[in-house]
Nanobody, 125 residues
Framework: QVQLVESGGGLVQPGDSLRLSCVAS????????IAWFRQVPGKEREGVSF????????AYGDSMKGRFTISRDNAKNTVYLKMNNLKPEDAAIYYC??????????????????WGQGTQVTVSS
């Protein structure tokens, strides 16, 4: 069964850090680019970060640059998202997704075919 499973979310205070994990099963992660998205109830899903399959090229949403770092360990079939200096506005459900499209922007949901169930991140003092 092809699936992605996120973990690592939780309740943290502003300024804290978290590392999210996205574990792939049923397929070889090496051959796919992966992105993280997030969504707050009532709002559209937002692209957080992206990592390519071949050269490890990364991209970030504007508000995440300098605070978030995406990485991958193909041997573990896992992609990570390290989030530093978390802010209340980072609170959301975070999803990872497998990219199959190559024509649109990395932050377009249409480029992705497999999504995880999400992990909740809450940032509150």
């Amino acid at each position: 069964q092809v699936q992605l499973v996120e973990s690592g979310g939780g309740l943290v205070q502003p300024g804290d850090s978290l590392r999210l994990s996205c574990v792939a099963s049923g397929f070889t992660l090496t051959y796919f680019a992966i992105a993280w998205f997030r969504q707050v109830p009532g709002k559209e899903r937002e692209g957080v970060s992206f990592i390519s399959s071949v050269d490890g090229r990364t991209a970030y949403g504007d508000s995440m640059k300098g605070r978030f770092t995406i990485s991958r360990d193909n041997a573990k079939n896992t992609v990570y998202l390290k989030m530093n200096n978390l802010k209340p506005e980072d609170a959301a459900i975070y999803y990872c997704a497998r990219r199959i499209g190559h024509t649109g922007s990395w932050y377009s949901e249409l480029e992705y075919d497999v999504w995880g169930q999400g992990t909740q991140v809450t940032v509150s003092s």
